[in-house]
């Protein structure tokens, strides 16, 4: 039967629709949903089957109900996702005060290996972005729950060379109205559950429009997420709408896999250091593929030997908001 999609909401915020077509997936698996979705521009209805986790619709663990919605009728509730699925650490006494690097992992779910390596070989600290279109997601986010790592949703948004250079399906775009974008995001939020926060996937072009990016960061803000630049675009002005809303927020200031060799990764990890130590707190972000993932791991190992400690993605937001 007919279902509405399910995404994090904070007191009183409610999904007020669906946005255009998707992939359908055949054959439903057990636990899957169907929804409908209405194209924002024509209008037309269609039913679509978003998967669920396998397990023949039990409760999946460690999600909290209670930042579920089910439907836009449910009632108000205190807890902010960004705390209930956050995993902070506590610093040794006397470090309260080091530095604090925050690594983030995208794509998560895409590429096999790297998937497989990142949850093999990476520490609970470093966070893990998983992009919509990926497969088992919901499998995927209840072990990297299960793992203690901070999960975020990454969401494609519109570059400058749109269409020919496509993020995927339910790309946040400025030719959209405010009310089209929100129903993407919606569908978006929809893909998996527990995450604290959302990524931006691309999107030079999105991230600079204040009239496309405002909409989307205030209904983030309202549902208790955090939110996080990739650090791909210079003309971001995510941080300043992020301010004005009272949204946690952070900004990767090292893109460490830019060129994908071992010798560079390293390098962008000594710069992700030196940054840390100017500021007292940096981030990193990469690309879920083997040969970053060994450089990640191997650093990972070493860095709080020199005095700098890896945190969750959610203390540096919370600590970049303070300062």
């Known amino acids: ?112 290996s790297g998937t497989a390596d990142a949850f093999a070989k990476l520490p609970a600290s470093v966070a893990f972005a998983m992009a ?48 089209q974008n929100t129903d993407r995001l919606h569908w978006l939020m929809s893909r998996f559950q527990g995450y604290v926060g959302l990524i931006s996937y691309m999107g030079a072009k999105f991230t600079a429009s204040e009239q496309g990016l405002a909409p989307v960061l205030r209904d983030v803000a309202k549902r208790g997420l955090i939110y996080v630049d990739d650090g791909s675009s210079a003309r971001s002005i995510a941080g300043q709408i992020a301010g004005a809303n009272n949204l946690p927020y952070a900004k990767a200031d090292v893109v460490l896999d830019t060129v994908p060799t071992p010798v560079e990764i390293d390098r962008a990890l000594a710069r992700l250091e030196m940054k840390a130590r100017d500021t007292g707190f940096a981030v990193g972000f990469a690309t879920a593929q083997p040969a970053t993932i060994a450089r990640v791991a191997d650093w990972a190992k070493k860095v709080e030997g020199r005095g700098i400690f890896l945190t969750p993605i959610t ?6 908001k303070s300062s």
Not at 4 to 23: D, E, I, L, N, Y
Not at 139 to 152: N, T, V
Not at 315 to 320: D, E, H, Q, R, T
């Open 132 to 179: 919509p279109y990926g497969a088992d997601l919901e499998k995927l986010a209840d072990r990297a729950r299960a793992d203690a790592h901070e999960l975020l949703l990454q969401v494609p948004m519109e570059p400058f060379e749109y269409p020919d250079n496509d993020p995927g399906p339910q790309t946040l775009l400025t030719s959209l109205t405010a009310e």
């Open 1 to 112: 039967g007919r279902q509405t999609t399910c995404t994090p909401r904070w007191p009183g915020q409610f999904a007020s629709g669906h946005p255009a077509a998707v992939k359908t997936v055949e054959p439903p698996p057990p636990g899957s949903k169907t929804v409908t979705i209405i194209d924002g521009s024509s209008g037309t209805r269609k039913e679509y089957t978003i998967p669920g986790g396998g397990d023949g619709g039990s409760q999946r663990p460690l999600l909290d109900p209670k930042l579920i919605e089910g439907t836009r009728h449910s009632g108000p509730d205190g807890v902010r996702p960004s705390s209930r699925y956050a995993h902070p650490r506590e610093l040794p006494a006397g470090k309260k005060d080091s530095p604090i690097i925050a690594v983030v992992i995208g794509g998560l779910g895409i590429s096999a």
């Open 315 to 320: 203390m540096v937001a919370i600590k970049a």
